[in-house]
């Protein structure tokens, strides 16, 4: 009896039992990409996951995916959809950023991500504990009734993962990101019409302050882009905790448009939803299931962008699979693999980043907008720099001093907080 991925199956009284070396349970960007790393590294794996539609926009700076020559997976020409060369910010005024910026082609990327990848088209419903008497230490439930032994299991299913649980956090829960963006025929008229990262301006409409529709006391910005279908313009919350449901924000958006928000979504050619957790806690090595990409917290606390990241850390997180199978008893010691997740190095560069997002949170509009001035006054590879979740501590302490340095009084009183000392100490080389 054959299993769909071709490999043998047994049969059992509840369904058919394959096995793999290791399985990826969820095949969105993240699951894909170490799929792809690990099939090219030489791992017998087997990609899990419903094969939904990417739906989602990504995007990403053009050089944060390196080409295959560059140790990467694909080259970012291939899947790019929409390229600007330049892109725009906006605090008190103006800043641009002359550096190429892209939305990726789903369609493109999945077929890069997927190239000659084992692919299991269900869902995974439960994987059970450690079966050292077997080729495979873990058991994968399908929800089509069979069954995959494994002897490295990956959780790729986005944060919370599904079967790998963030590790402790201080108690302090996830900042969110959130979203509500149309996609418009036409470029919207004024500044707006051209390629935008963030546009913190206030907008004035004849009655008022339109930054006052909506929730209140929340800073949000404007990310405005060119897309294969029309134009996106998105209206985003830079970090909240608790979360502000994205639906609220359509007034605000609306307002910055200069439109009513039902005529709004009806002249839409699409709407789009969107919710990130900033912050996540970082999983727990202790666990036999490892978590990988924003399953695993990789998610950059600023911008809420982690697809790039995880198709960077695709390859190094692949040979550690490797190496940690090869030749090694059936009950594999995740700690490696969990490592090459979560380097140490870059551990300590993720608490640099968490320290800016509680800052980032403390801040209002005004201020909002003073550090974003000042961070896009920084040399382009310093913001550049900052804006990677695995770039190392070393110079992303370097850059947050450089900041510190160059921004106002108050502030760098925000920027201290209650214990200067502590941010001294923390930014420490």
Partial sequence: M?????????????????????????????????????????????????????????????????????????????????????????????????????????????????????????????????????????????????????????????????????????????????????????????????????????????????????????????YSLPMVDGWLVEETVLAARPAIEPIALLPRLAARLGRHPDALLADAVRTEYVRIPLGGALPDPAQPVIAFGAAAGSVHAATGFSVAASIRAAPRVAEAIRATLAGGPAVVDPAPIHDAVWPRNLRRTRVLHDFGLEVLLGLDDDEVRSFFDAFFELPADDWAAYLRVDTPPAVVSAVMARLFRSSSWPIRRRLAGRNPLALARLLRP
């Fill in 2 to 222: 054959n299993d769909p991925t071709g490999r043998p199956g047994t049969a059992t009284d509840t369904g058919t039992e394959t096995t793999a070396e290791v399985a990826v349970i969820g095949d969105g960007p993240a699951g894909s990409a170490l799929a792809l790393a690990c099939r090219r590294a030489g791992v017998d794996v087997v990609l899990v996951g419903d094969d939904a539609p990417w739906s989602a926009t990504y995007s990403t700076w053009v050089d944060e995916i390196p080409t295959p020559t560059h140790a990467g997976l694909l080259d970012v020409a291939d899947v790019a959809a929409v390229r600007s060369d330049v892109v725009w910010a906006h605090g008190h005024g103006p800043h641009e950023l002359r550096r190429a910026y892209a939305t990726l082609d789903n369609t493109a990327l999945r077929a890069a991500l997927r190239d000659d990848v084992t692919h299991r088209r269900c869902r995974a419903t439960a994987v059970t504990g450690a079966r050292g008497s077997r080729r495979g230490a873990h058991l994968v439930q399908l929800d089509d009734g069979d069954s995959m032994a494994a002897r490295v299991v990956i959780d790729a299913t986005g944060w919370p993962g599904r079967f790998a649980a963030p590790g402790a956090a201080g108690g302090r829960a996830p900042a969110w990101q959130t979203a509500i963006g149309v996609v418009l025929a036409e470029p919207p008229a004024g500044d707006l019409g051209r390629a935008t990262f963030m546009d913190f301006r206030e907008v004035v409409t004849p009655s008022g302050v339109a930054s006052t529709v909506g929730p209140w006391g929340v800073t949000t910005f404007c």
